[in-house]
């Protein structure tokens, strides 16, 4: 154990301010030569003749010193809008959100996370989610000084309670250790490039219209080739980030979980679904448990070691292993045999056509609005709560949870209406099966309407022409879930709902489920 190391979280902050102090030195440093490499290619080029004492002892002296000044007003721009704005520009980039402590899988996430914070000692944490398949996880310090833990959603629904507690205890030993802040400022300094350089992009104009407008020619070249070469070495800086963090990092979410086969466990799930996150750049590599990419990591050669912001995935999960006597193909055995106990544990969905008593569902609905009361898609009850009606048979819908989600469906019609940035969240989870008929209902609309989306489109489209949003009572439209799974569902465009009828939500988990 290092004596050395400081305990309190505070002392680590001051440490780490200490070590951003030198990062913002060697930024000054990078842009002055950078900056005077272009400058002396300029004159060195056109400046003999311009300026004829141009070698001359005194105008070296006035140019480096303008240099040094443009180099260092650069660095204290690119540093303030990094430690600024710069987690704040990554979690955004990622559509991280705080989490909605009414999903059960969200709130776990949160009181798993304030459970490791209060076992490692931190001041405060702050958790988000990410909307993402993937299973990984990430740590970073805010711009007010607050660390945060990031996770996706694939995390939450693929890793179990202890798993979760050892990811988060891995992030939050990044934080404890100081490791968290300079890599969120390293990681930050490639934001203010990249925003530089999709500004100098031009946005669908034609390169001869860009030529006669002027905005061609030899300085801009110049310019987004100092830029591209500035974001390959930020890009170069975040790889050399020691590698070592994370093994230790690992150590320590042992020590605090007392749990190191979870986190082996965890580790292996992430790399059988590592891919990109999100808006994902390489720069933010270093941020993650593991690299979000489909590339492996298991050389340990020279430029490996160089470009690769982690150790190899095996050499981890042999370490942690090892802690409790046990080999790396102990730890996969343990994945598989988890992922059967879960499919086996999974409680099965009937279509609506297999609802045992029809008459069950109809106990169960709402009152059957009127012609008039038709247009009305909400209702005010004794209570003075709103409560919506079915767009397809208007019946007052009802508050319930699927897969842990929050929905409201029609007792009557089967429909569910399902807020669209929860719907991902539906078909990460495998908390239900699916029966015999719906598996073969799921069949028939692969080879009846997949191959002819356009056909059953149409069909949707003409059906829905009267269909009103239970939220806000605009006109819902007909369009496919996406471009990746063509199941036609209802879209209201301003309020963000989707309207699932009967088995269209089940027939899209089956649908998503059968091609991963």
């Not at 311009?50 to 480096?64: D, Q, W």
Request: charged share 25%; with cysteine; net charge neutral.
């Amino acid at each position: 154990m290092d004596r050395k190391r400081p305990r309190d979280f505070y002392e680590i902050q001051k440490r780490q301010w200490q070590r951003s102090i030198l990062l913002f030195a060697a930024l000054i440093l990078f842009y002055f030569l950078a900056i005077g490499i272009i400058v002396l290619t300029v004159f060195l080029s056109v400046g003999v003749f311009a300026v004829p004492n141009f070698l001359s002892g005194p105008f070296l002296t006035k140019l480096l010193l303008w240099v040094l000044g443009i180099s260092a007003l650069i660095a204290v721009f690119h540093y303030y809008d990094a430690r600024k704005f710069g987690a704040a520009y990554i979690l955004k980039r990622l559509e991280a959100r705080e989490p909605d402590l009414s999903d059960r899988y969200h709130k776990q996430l949160a009181d798993t996370v304030e459970e490791m914070r209060i076992a490692s000692g931190l001041p405060r944490v702050r958790p988000y989610v990410i909307p993402s398949f993937a299973i990984n996880s990430m740590a970073l310090v805010e711009a007010d000084g607050t660390p945060a833990v990031a996770v996706t959603e694939g995390l939450l629904a693929d890793c179990t309670r202890d798993e979760m507690q050892s990811v988060a205890a891995h992030e939050l030993a990044h934080i404890s250790r100081g490791d968290a802040f300079y890599v969120t400022l390293v990681c930050s300094l490639a934001n203010f490039l990249e925003k530089l350089r999709a500004a100098m992009e031009p946005e669908d104009v034609p390169a001869e219209d860009r030529m006669e407008s002027g905005r061609g020619g030899a300085p801009p070249v110049l310019i987004y080739g100092a830029v591209t070469m500035t974001s390959l070495v930020m890009h170069l800086l975040s790889m050399l980030l020691s590698r070592e963090r994370e093994t230790l990092a690992d150590a320590a979410a042992s020590e605090i979980g007392r749990n190191p086969m979870s986190l082996a466990r965890a580790l292996y799930k992430a790399h059988l679904k590592s891919s990109f996150v999100g808006d994902f750049s390489l720069t933010y590599s270093p941020l993650f448990i593991v690299t979000p990419a489909l590339s492996s990591d298991e050389d340990e050669g020279f430029w490996s070691r160089l470009f690769n912001s982690h150790p190899p995935l095996m050499k981890r999960i042999r370490l942690l292993a090892q802690q409790d006597r046990l080999r790396p193909a102990q730890v996969i055995e343990q994945v598989w045999e988890s992922q059967r106990m879960r499919e086996e544990a999974r409680g099965v969905v009937h279509s609506f056509e297999e609802t045992p008593a029809p008459g069950a569902a109809d106990k169960t609905a709402g009152p059957v609005a009127g012609p008039e009361e038709q247009k009305v898609w909400q209702i005010q009850d004794a209570s003075g709560k709103w409560q919506n009606r079915c767009p397809r048979c208007h019946t007052l819908l009802t508050d319930t949870f699927y897969e842990s989600v929050a929905v409201q469906a029609c007792g009557r019609c089967g429909g569910k209406l399902v807020a669209s940035f929860r719907v991902d969240r539906i078909i990460l989870r495998r908390e239900v099966a699916f029966s015999d008929a719906l598996l073969a209902k799921a069949k028939d609309f692969r080879q009846q309407f997949l191959l002819n989306p356009v056909k059953k489109q149409r069909a949707k489209e003409k059906a829905a022409q009267s269909l009103c949003c239970p939220s806000c009572g605009q006109r819902m439209l007909a369009r496919p879930y996406n471009y990746q799974y063509f199941v036609p569902v209802d879209k209201c465009l301003a309020c963000h709902k989707i309207w699932f009828d009967a088995d269209e939500l089940e027939l899209l988990q089956i649908l998503v489920e059968k091609k991963a």
